[in-house]
């Protein structure tokens, strides 16, 4: 069992940057697939980044892939999602998610606790 709690968002000019971060609690953080999701009016919740239980391997959205990066750090029970040169499209409330696995997956469906979301407005 985890509690998340994210942190980190903002209203930003397009181009500008925010860094997000998860905060969870719990013994067991370490044994967790971490990612991140987001989520604008009107869409479906999508997949934004992942990282496996160590931080040795992270996956992106093809959306993000270069701007954005994710990354964890175990022993604060922290994992982080740095956003680069932002976009108004990226414009989204962020959400953190935990996967009690070793694999790591994309789909929000196979995540199984989640934070309450920071929101993220790019203005342009």
């Known amino acids: 069992q985890v509690q998340l709690v994210e942190s980190g968002g903002g209203l930003v000019q397009a181009g500008g940057s925010l860094r997000l971060s998860c905060a969870a609690s719990?013994?067991?953080?370490?044994?967790?697939?971490m990612g991140w999701f987001r989520q604008a009016p009107g869409k479906e919740r999508e997949f934004v980044a992942a990282?496996?239980?160590?931080?040795?391997?992270?996956y992106y959205a093809d959306s993000v892939k270069g701007r954005f990066t994710i990354s964890r750090d175990n022993a604060r029970n922290t994992v982080y999602l740095q956003t680069n040169s932002l976009k108004p499209e990226d414009t989204a409330v962020y959400y953190c998610?935990?996967?009690?696995?070793?694999?790591?997956?994309?789909?929000?469906?196979?995540?199984?606790?989640w934070g309450q979301g920071t929101q993220v407005t790019v203005s342009s």
């Open positions: 998610a935990a996967r009690a696995s070793v694999l790591v997956v994309t789909r929000p469906r196979e995540y199984d606790y």
């Open positions: 990282i496996s239980r160590g931080g040795g391997s992270t």
């Open positions: 719990g013994r067991t953080f370490s044994s967790y697939v």
